[in-house]
């Protein structure tokens, strides 16, 4: 058995990174300014889309958003129940009813039918998701939703390419910074979107509704006697977490890299194990995976996924669940009737998938490890 504990992951902090939050701390200048807006830019620059919002998470884009499209009672909002629960949440605090739409049961993925079977004539907006890093069909998705509003949920998604260009490189996307998510700011997130007004009304909206900030108002010499348009959120970043992020967004290139190294060796040594299933690639169109998570299923008579994530932290090995699907959710089964049998590929995946250790300071060794430990707990050699 493995000596030392293997977590499923771990944010990859390097003296560069830390070198940059520290000249945060002494510049006199910590919550969001100068750092921010580069850091704005470099996303801007790397996804190719044209206006950048940093944000306090991703979560808060999605609030904001809903808000800024007045996305409230009779709406509908076309998102999968494989998806982090917080888009979810957000969608009913706005009022609005969320409309779930099955994944394709090997990739995880919202298929462009399957959209379209659920767009009414309520639908206001389509949240999909690029689950664990791969490309969903974004011309498929925009074609079928026509007019509607597609703000693609991009959180796995900072190194994804779709036929040859980044996730979020047009329209409208959000991204994760996460503790867990490949380039981390501890807690962020940020909006781009090629639309200057619509990114100028998040401004706002993540700023008390003022339309500026304390850093435009010293430094950009702007009314210091700016007044509340409406009423709005306080979701900025800090500058020290800009920093991490901007220092992280350097070698994007180098942290994916390894990432799909390791999952290329996980597919490799996992293939004569046919009780664990990883995610399987969309076929049909050119893309570059992000690599976020690597995914696999637990199908064996032996043990079910739970058994299955304890035996293998009894064996040193830590996994993680994303995602445990929303439409099962308490609130959301007790509060919202949804039942099960609703969305079956995205249940039978909530009931087996697992995420196996993934992150660019892992060995290869490491994979060779986790791969032993899984023989050992389903009783192979
Ligand atoms: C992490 C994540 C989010 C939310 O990101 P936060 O920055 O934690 O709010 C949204 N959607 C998906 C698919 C995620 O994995």
Redesign the pocket.
């Known amino acids: 058995m493995r000596k030392d504990f293997l977590p499923f992951t771990r944010p990859a902090i390097n003296e560069s990174d830390i070198q940059a939050v520290t000249e945060v701390l002494r510049s006199g200048w910590i919550t969001n300014g100068p750092v921010n807006a580069a850091f704005e830019k470099a996303v801007c620059d790397f996804t190719g889309n044209s206006h950048g919002v940093a944000l306090s998470?991703?979560?808060?884009?999605?609030h904001l958003l809903l808000k800024a499209m007045k996305i409230g009672p009779g709406d509908e909002v076309i998102t999968p129940s494989m998806?982090?629960v917080?888009?979810v949440n957000m969608i009913v605090l706005a009022g609005a009813k969320p409309v779930f739409v099955d994944v394709d049961r090997e990739t995880l993925l919202v298929t462009p039918e399957a959209i379209a079977a659920a767009i009414t004539p309520h639908t206001r907006l389509i949240v999909p998701?690029h689950?664990a890093g791969a490309a969903l069909d974004l011309d498929g998705i925009r074609r079928v939703a026509g007019s509607i509003p597609v703000v693609e949920?991009a959180?796995?998604a900072l190194g994804t390419w779709y036929k040859g260009r980044h996730i979020g490189s047009t329209g409208t996307a959000?991204y994760?910074?996460?503790a867990?998510?490949n380039v981390t700011t501890g807690?962020?997130?940020m909006l781009v979107t090629d639309d200057k007004a619509f990114a100028d009304s998040i401004r706002a909206w993540k700023f008390h509704g003022i339309g500026m900030d304390a850093f435009d108002r010293q430094n950009r010499g702007r009314s210091p006697q700016a007044e509340v348009l409406f009423p709005g959120f306080k979701y900025n970043l800090t500058d020290i977490c800009a920093a991490l992020g901007l220092s992280q967004l350097n070698r994007i290139v180098n942290i994916n890299t390894k990432r799909r190294e390791l999952a290329m060796l996980y597919r490799h040594e996992l293939a004569d194990i046919p009780e664990i299933r990883p995610l399987a690639d969309p076929q049909g169109y050119d893309f570059r995976h992000a690599w976020?998570l690597f995914v696999v299923r637990v199908d064996s008579p032996k043990m079910g996924r739970d058994e299955f994530m304890t035996a293998l932290k009894a064996e040193n090995i830590g996994t993680g669940l994303?995602?445990r699907c929303a439409h099962l959710q308490k609130y959301y089964r007790e509060e919202m009737g949804f039942r099960p049998g609703m969305l079956p590929a995205t249940e039978y995946n909530s009931d087996h998938i697992c995420s196996l250790p993934l992150f660019p300071d892992m060995d290869f060794e490491d994979v060779i490890d986790v791969v032993k430990a899984i023989k050992t707990v389903l009783g192979r050699k």
């Not at 998470?57 to 999605?62: C, V």
């Open positions: 998470s991703a979560t808060a884009a999605m998806t982090w917080s888009i998701v689950f949920d959180a796995h959000i994760s910074f996460h867990i998510k807690e962020g997130g976020h994303h995602f």
